[in-house]
């Protein structure tokens, strides 16, 4: 198992140096390389429009839904490791995770309402008004 970590590790921190050295290239010298590598540069630009508003729309399904269940998440806290992000509510402690690509959520923070949030507390009226 540790070598299993130790590998996406590793990984984790090549995608992020290749990330890293895209954003260092100029609009044209990826564009020269896009082509270079035979590829339609607006395919490209397509595919990849198309992968970061999955992401997005993912992130967004994720904190709709533990709002919804009163759960208070700090949107900075997210982790990512085998493939998936994972966070816990500021409330309860409960754990949540999602992938990117398919959307699936996982956690004990979406199995019901969050029995530290005071959102869903039922307040009793005085009788005397």
């Given at each position: 198992?540790?070598?299993?970590?130790?590998?996406?590790?590793?990984?984790?921190?090549?995608?992020?140096?290749?990330?890293?050295?895209?954003?260092?290239?100029?609009?044209?010298?990826?564009?020269?390389?896009?082509?270079e590598?035979?590829?339609?540069?607006?395919?490209?630009?397509?595919?990849?429009?198309?992968?970061?508003?999955?992401?997005?729309?993912?992130?967004?399904?994720?904190?709709?839904?533990?709002?919804?269940?009163?759960?208070?998440?700090?949107?900075?806290?997210?982790?990512?490791g085998?493939?998936?992000?994972?966070?816990?509510?500021?409330?309860?402690?409960?754990?949540?995770?999602?992938?990117?690509?398919?959307?699936?959520?996982?956690?004990?923070?979406?199995?019901?309402?969050?029995?530290?949030?005071?959102?869903?507390?039922?307040?009793?009226?005085?009788?005397?008004?």
């Open positions: 198992m540790a070598d299993k970590e130790n590998h996406d590790e590793r990984l984790e921190r090549l995608m992020n140096q290749l990330a890293e050295s895209v954003l260092g290239l100029s609009d044209e010298a990826i564009l020269a390389e896009t082509i590598a035979g590829f339609d540069p607006e395919q490209e630009a397509e595919r990849t429009r198309l992968v970061l508003r999955q992401a997005s729309k993912a992130f967004d399904n994720v904190n709709n839904r533990l709002s919804n269940l009163g759960h208070s998440i700090n949107p900075h806290d997210w982790r990512s085998q493939g998936s992000y994972h966070n816990n509510c500021l409330n309860c402690g409960s754990s949540v995770s999602f992938t990117t690509a398919t959307g699936e959520m996982r956690g004990d923070a979406l199995g019901g309402l969050c029995p530290e949030s005071d959102q869903y507390t039922i307040r009793r009226r005085d009788p005397s008004r």
